[in-house]
């Protein structure tokens, strides 16, 4: 009996050994997943950092464009009304040495018939 005992010890001491080898190893496992799970996030993060940064060149660019734009249709848009001014100023010129042009022939007319 005593000789079962001592296999039986021996045969749990022996599991144990195997099941702390066993627990080293899966945690040696776990500890290689952290740090390849770490490691991708890592990678993920600066692919994303990249992306950020492209995304606030895309945008500057984009704004700066914008306001280039903009810039060019206010000039454009100074110089449309500036010509419709000159247009508009030219027509009321116009208009007057029409006026003053009917008035002087009229004289002359009533002159001429006077005469």
């Known amino acids: 009996v005593e000789e079962e005992v001592r296999v039986k010890v021996a045969e749990m001491a022996g599991l144990r050994e195997e099941a702390t080898v066993q627990a080293s190893v899966l945690q040696n496992q776990l500890q290689e997943g952290a740090a390849a799970k770490e490691a991708e996030h890592e990678v993920f993060l600066k692919e994303l950092q990249q992306e950020l940064a492209e995304?606030?060149?895309?945008?500057?660019?984009?704004?700066?464009?914008?306001?280039?734009?903009k810039g060019e249709v206010e000039v454009?848009?100074?110089q449309l009304w500036l010509g419709e001014s000159r247009s508009l100023a030219l027509e009321a010129a116009l208009k007057r040495h029409e006026t003053e042009g009917a008035s002087q022939l009229q004289a002359l007319r009533q002159s001429?018939?006077?005469?």
């Open 112 to 115: 001429l018939q006077v005469a």
């Open 76 to 78: 454009l848009l100074e």
């Open 55 to 69: 995304a606030q060149q895309t945008y500057q660019r984009q704004t700066q464009a914008a306001d280039q734009a």
